[in-house]
């Protein structure tokens, strides 16, 4: 559990956690340096958890701190303002206990807002990156075969027998699409280790990078079905646009583009997803009236892959136009003409450019 300044949230997720139905597990509290009373919070609970206290360092480097003090065979995050369900750990280490060959599981989860639950299932409704099948077509696609999770785990509830665990090498569906979020994901620790855990030089997007660097040489599963509460609240990494866009932009250059191989085989994959990427953060630049940072990256969306589409060529014209006519007697014009177009959606999923951290 990575945590920085959530000391009015941090003890209903250290709860949550020490009320699972599952008691093979030890729980690691990592401060990031959290400037708040964090550490006066956690420390009451004694034995019952690892509290380890570091220098600010973003997410990535308190997982990583999580990640070398660990003991478990299994690896799996908590976020200090979620809330786990008492099922969630038994579930998925029952998953990597029956499947050898899988290195990493991840399920869905429910939205939380104001201790009210207001969205059933993220995943279904907020595929992260450019898809053009829904949810439903790129789980046939993408995953070799399932089976119901009753067959797997006898840690869910009733209403979930019936649910779907799916199996796979799904690395051409992470070339572009981040479906395993950070909070929802168990991962066997000594190949989170053997690929060195997270990528420190990025600020968001940390466990895409991870789960990306893991598929490329073993399958994942995915347990369609909610595990825990995921909390939103405005001081979430997911709700800057700047930051995300950036993020899945370094995200994309990292793992995949810098990789010779995977980038001979999945060109046209990556070239989409880096398209949409800049045209992403063109819109972010052109919604702050940065016009010409905004060009630059509609031309590098347009350069990186046709199939991007013809909304980046609208709005690198509408940027060259607010540009050039800005000021003096094209003001009032430049003020009638819209920035920008605003992201379309893909089939029933919103386009979304973050992450959740």
């Known amino acids: 559990m990575a945590a920085y300044n959530r000391a009015h949230e941090v003890c209903e997720s250290i709860d949550s956690v020490l009320e699972q139905d599952f008691d093979d597990f030890e729980l690691l509290v990592v401060d990031d340096g959290s400037t708040d009373d964090t ?29 070398a003090a660990a003991r ?36 869905d989860f429910k939205e939380w807002i ?4 207001t969205k059933e299932s993220v995943l279904h409704t907020r595929w992260l990156g450019p898809s053009p099948r829904t949810f439903e077509q790129d789980l046939a696609h993408h995953f070799g075969s399932s089976v119901p999770v009753s067959g797997l785990s006898a840690a869910v509830p009733e209403v979930y027998k019936d649910r779907r665990v799916y199996f796979g090498r799904v690395h051409r569906l992470l070339t572009s699409v981040h479906p395993a979020w950070g909070c929802a994901i168990m991962a066997r620790t000594q190949v989170v280790r053997s690929i060195g855990g997270h990528w420190e030089g990025i600020r968001a997007y940390e466990d895409w990078v991870l789960s990306s660097e893991i598929s490329k040489h073993h399958d994942l599963a995915y347990m369609d079905l909610p595990l825990l509460l ?46 949409t990427a800049y045209a992403i953060l063109g819109e972010v630049e052109a919604r702050d009236e940065n016009f010409a940072a ?10 990186s892959s046709v199939r991007v589409g013809w909304r980046p060529m609208i709005n690198l014209a509408l940027s060259s136009f607010h540009r050039r006519w800005s000021g003096g007697r094209g003001g009032a014009l430049s003020r009638l003409v819209p920035a920008v177009l ?14 959740p951290e």
């Open 72 to 107: 478990g065979v299994y690896l799996a995050y908590c976020d200090a303002d979620d809330k786990q369900f008492a099922h969630r750990l038994r579930a998925q280490s029952d998953v990597l206990d029956a499947r050898p060959e899988v290195a990493l599981v991840f399920s």
């Open 114 to 117: 104001d201790g009210q639950v």
């Open 294 to 303: 905004a060009e630059d990256n509609y031309r590098r969306a347009l350069s």
């Open 39 to 67: 550490e006066a919070k956690v420390r009451p609970y004694g034995d019952k958890l690892r509290y380890i206290k570091k220098p600010n360092g973003g997410v990535a480097s308190a997982r990583n701190a999580g990640i």
């Open 342 to 355: 605003g992201q379309s959606k893909n089939s029933d999923r919103e386009m979304k450019e973050g992450t």
């Open 230 to 275: 995921y909390r939103v609240h405005p001081e979430q990494l997911t709700g800057r646009a700047r930051l995300n866009a950036e993020c899945y932009r370094d995200g994309l250059l990292h793992v995949w583009r810098s990789d010779p191989v995977f980038y001979g085989r999945h060109r046209a994959e990556i070239d989409f997803a880096l398209a």
